[in-house]
Nanobody
Framework: QLRLVESGGGLVQPGGSLRLSCAASGFSLDTYAIGWFRQAPGKEREGISCIASSDGRRIYADSVKGRFTISRDNTENTGYLTMNNVNPEDTGVYYC??????????????WGQGIQVTVSS
């Protein structure tokens, strides 16, 4: 019954904003760090942000620093990635995952299915 489900993706214009959600079920999200990864067409999957389970420590990749904000609401058992000032290079499939807060795939135990974000005018 353990699930992570991303939502909030879709088409957004350059310079615009959107918020991705990562809803967890079957377990308590508060015991895990939440990570966000993305995979652009023709490129390898990239870790872009994570938030630790307890101290709230956050890590951002240089590609999104200053534009994206990671957050969590443990009461709702949901993590979020707020994307501001998006550009076409942000296009890709976005994945949430839970594990340890490092921008390395092997640090995460469970993954969502992914959701498409397309930045285009």
């Amino acid at each position: 019954q353990l699930r992570l489900v991303e939502s909030g993706g879709g088409l957004v214009q350059p310079g615009g904003s959107l918020r991705l959600s990562c809803a967890a079920s079957g377990f308590s999200l508060d015991t895990y760090a939440i990570g966000w990864f993305r995979q652009a067409p023709g490129k390898e999957r990239e870790g872009i942000s994570c938030i630790a389970s307890s101290d709230g420590r956050r890590i951002y990749a240089d590609s999104v620093k200053g534009r994206f904000t990671i957050s969590r609401d443990n009461t709702e058992n949901t993590g979020y990635l707020t994307m501001n000032n998006v550009n076409p290079e942000d296009t890709g499939v976005y994945y949430c995952a839970v594990g340890t807060c490092l921008l390395v795939e092997d640090m995460y135990d469970y993954w969502g299915q992914g959701i498409q974000v397309t930045v285009s005018s």
